[in-house]
């Protein structure tokens, strides 16, 4: 068995715990001041990333995720994964191929950004209106902010549920 470097298994960490849709087991791959950004939620706070992958895990019925081209090193790494899923708004099913970048610290991720073909993305996703206005920035802040909602929301009720 060739080595792996401890930064390339904690990229394996991430992604085999959203696979078994543990998102506690995501949350603890994150610095305390970690970000996160994707083309649907943007930029995230360590906090806000760590509540958005509790609510995906949580969330998702059908979810797949397949991970290959893991590269690491001290310091930065990449993956490429790619999620199959049904959509839980439209029940549309979405295959989306994503490329993910990290920089780590003390062995956990301080930066991780997700980058996708938003449009793609959109098609499959929301439909015909995905496909007509799926380019358009107004859409696509507008959807991001309905994502963002949807997170403020689910940690209202994680709190709530603490309390």
């Not at 899923?85 to 997700?114: C, K, M």
């Not at 380019?135 to 991001?144: H, I, L, M, S, Y």
Request: with cysteine; hydrophobic share 45%.
């Amino acid at each position: 068995m060739a080595f792996q470097h401890p930064n390339a298994n904690l990229i394996e960490r991430l992604y085999s715990s959203l696979s078994a849709r543990d998102g506690v087991a995501m949350a603890g791959c994150y610095a305390p001041e970690a970000t996160f950004e994707d083309p649907a939620f943007g930029r995230l706070d360590a906090e806000n990333a760590r509540a958005m992958w509790r609510m995906l895990a949580s969330r998702a019925r059908d979810l797949t995720v397949d991970v290959s081209e893991i590269e690491a090193n001290d310091e930065t790494g990449s993956a490429r994964w790619i999620a199959h899923y049904t959509f839980a708004q439209t029940g549309r099913p979405v295959v989306n191929d994503i490329r993910a970048s990290f920089r780590f610290a003390d062995e956990l991720i301080v930066e991780h950004r997700d980058r996708f073909d938003w449009w793609r993305w959109a098609r499959q996703a929301l439909g015909p209106p995905g496909l007509l206005l799926g380019w358009n920035p107004v859409f696509q802040t507008a959807v991001r902010n309905k994502a963002r909602g949807t997170l403020a929301e689910f940690r209202q009720r994680e709190a709530a549920d603490s309390a």
